[in-house]
């Protein structure tokens, strides 16, 4: 039986924080009884810092106007190809692609781009572009939703990461980033994905101001769409960084370790109809993430082989695969290579 509203609400003013991870841990074993933690290779690729929605969050983004607008780029196709290449040699099986909201960044830019990663690393998933980007794409190409995700699966894109859902409560949205899409919006992306036979997941962003109610909103609102797709094939939690962002410099903490397990254990007992949830060492560090594989998580990510949005807020948790592969043995499970979709690559 999923989690009910009320019983989440109570999990997250208990002070029973081991009862909770045992819970959640139950839940983790039942679906995935083999004992194993996953882990991907993969590299993070911010193909520019330009964007036109000033999120109080984000400490990444450069305006297109204005004093700090020299500190913007757009990567040209070649240094793509770079970096891509590099990640293929050092094992990677795919690349998560996303940047700001660029004007000139239309339909056939990105169809050009995919086309041609595709042509040269052909072995090489592109779980790419936020629900925001692909709404701007859609809006700048002045092409319909539905038309525009389309065209770039038919280009190259594989899959949609979840990116850009923060807390799926419009009175938080409204409130930490005004110009960005509504929930409605994100979810009118994902669905759209999942019937035109595209798998995609889901995160949250958490530690803004949001109450307890309106991160159950968040989880609600992934639970259904997951109940009418089934499309999700992940959800992944993190804490809000505060650093170098407007909403921190307004005195704003970070959530603590604490907080962040209790959010993830919720997560893994209230969203039981998708089959993995990761726990989060790029905002938590490495001891937490040991201790996430008890509070519900069967996933820690990616070894990250480059990663800038989280780190521009001041956040520099690094790590390598052999790392990755001592604490999942430390922490009791098995660790497997995976790819994108969570298929398994090597048991060892």
Not at 18 to 34: K, N, S, T, W
Not at 50 to 69: D, I, N, S, V
Not at 267 to 286: C, F, H, K, P
Not at 322 to 346: H, S
């Amino acid at each position: 039986m999923p989690l009910t509203r009320q019983l989440a609400l109570d999990y997250f003013e208990s002070p029973d924080l081991i009862g909770l991870g045992f819970e959640a841990d139950a839940v983790r074993r039942r679906l995935h009884p083999e004992g194993v933690v996953t882990y991907i290779i993969d590299r993070n690729i911010n193909y520019t810092n330009f964007c036109t929605e000033y999120c109080t969050f984000c400490a990444f983004y450069r305006p297109l106007k204005g004093p700090k607008a020299s500190e913007g780029y757009i990567l040209d196709f070649e240094k793509i190809y770079e970096k891509i290449a590099e990640t293929v040699e050092m094992g990677g099986t795919g690349v998560l692609m996303q940047g700001g909201l660029h004007p000139d960044l239309k339909i056939d830019w990105f169809e050009r781009l995919f086309t041609g990663i595709k042509q040269r690393f052909p072995q090489i998933w592109l779980h790419c572009l936020s629900a925001s980007e692909v709404l701007a794409i859609a809006e700048y190409s002045e092409l319909s939703l539905r038309d525009t995700i389309a065209r770039l699966r038919d280009a190259g894109l594989d899959s949609i990461p979840g990116g850009g859902a923060e807390i799926l409560d419009d009175d938080v949205r409204f409130r930490i980033a005004r110009l960005k899409c509504r929930t409605e919006d994100w979810v009118s992306v994902h669905r759209t994905a999942h019937q035109l036979g595209m798998r995609t997941t889901a995160t949250m962003m958490f530690g803004v101001g949001e109450t307890f109610n309106q991160r159950i909103n968040h989880f609600e609102v992934v639970r259904k769409l997951q109940e009418e797709t089934g499309g999700f094939t992940a959800f992944i939690p993190w804490s809000f960084q505060p650093g170098n962002t407007a909403l921190g410099g307004r005195g704003w903490e970070e959530a603590t370790s604490v907080e962040y397990l209790k959010v993830l254990a919720i997560a893994r007992l209230y969203l039981d109809n998708i089959e993995n949830v990761q726990a989060s060492w790029v905002t938590q560090g490495l001891k937490v993430l040991e201790v996430g594989l008890h509070f519900g998580g069967n996933d820690v990510g990616s070894v990250m082989l480059e990663e800038n949005v989280v780190r521009a807020a001041g956040t520099s948790n690094c790590t390598t695969e052999e790392e990755l592969r001592r604490i999942i043995r430390d922490a009791g499970f098995k660790p497997v290579q995976r790819d994108t979709l969570y298929r398994t690559m090597f048991l060892n």
